[in-house]
Antibody, heavy 120, light 109 residues
Framework: QVQLQESGPGLVKPSETLSLTCAVS?????????WGWIRQPPGKGLEWIGS???????YYNPSLKSRVTISVDTSKNQFSLKLSSVTAADTAVYYC?????????????WGQGTLVTVSS | EIVLTQSPGTLSLSPGERATLSCRAS???????LAWYQQKPGQAPRLLIY???SRATGIPDRFSGSGSGTDFTLTISRLEPEDFAVYYC??????????FGQGTKLEIK
């Protein structure tokens, strides 16, 4: 059973960097699949942030690309998100998920999500 | 960038009824690139359908997906009380790899 668990600060100050980690259990990141981050502002829809392969290959949402870094640590079986220069608009529930690719493209396993509030 | 538009925004039905949810893409997309999710309050989205019509593991057969090109449909043949939730479609594209529709809220009438 694949499980993902997000962790990180629930409150970040404006202009600072949001940092989250997703710990994966029940599956080795090194075995394959892409892994991604998706966010959901309170009461709103879903927005894909970016994805990473175990090799470290990444791709990001163009609207966030200048502020986003996703990295992977295969030794700890986890991957991480950094979002810089945050504003109130970055307040959201952040989900990590496993991403199936080729020939189908979908997120099959999700973490429970963690709420990050940007406020001074 | 492909935009997904879901309709209706809110659908009010009773248990036992049939639900038909629409997802329209601004450009034609491969059926392989279309997925559907269910989200209940306080929970992460749950994969229902991938490849436009393939049910994910453990999803009841009352859920079915169909469509091609720009028009896709999620059908729930006979609504159970636990089916009332928000539903999102998601597509894979080249300029914006992953995007979601704005959601359809399925509420109890």
């Amino acid at each position: 059973q694949v499980q993902l668990q997000e962790s990180g600060p629930g409150l970040v100050k404006p202009s600072e960097t949001l940092s989250l980690t997703c710990a994966v259990s029940g599956y080795s990141i090194s075995s394959g699949f892409y892994w991604g981050w998706i966010r959901q502002p309170p009461g709103k829809g879903l927005e894909w942030i970016g994805s990473i392969y175990h090799s470290g290959s990444t791709y990001y949402n163009p609207s966030l690309k200048s502020r986003v870094t996703i990295s992977v640590d295969t030794s700890k079986n986890q991957f991480s998100l950094k979002l810089s220069s945050v504003t109130a608009a970055d307040t959201a529930v952040y989900y990590c998920a496993r991403l199936a690719q080729v020939p189908y493209y979908y997120f099959d396993y999700w973490g429970q999500g963690t709420l990050v509030t940007v406020s001074s | 960038e492909i935009v997904l538009t879901q309709s209706p925004g809110t659908l009010s039905l009773s248990p036992g009824e049939r639900a038909t949810l629409s997802c329209r893409a601004s450009q034609s997309i491969s059926s392989s690139y279309l997925a559907w999710y269910q989200q209940k309050p306080g929970q992460a989205p749950r994969l229902l359908i991938y490849g436009a019509s393939s049910r994910a593991t453990g999803i009841p057969d009352r859920f079915s997906g169909s469509g091609s090109g720009t028009d896709f449909t999620l059908t729930i043949s006979r609504l159970e009380p636990e089916d009332f939730a928000v539903y999102y479609c998601q597509q894979y594209g080249s300029s914006l790899p992953y995007s979601f529709g704005q959601g359809t809220k399925l509420e109890i009438k």
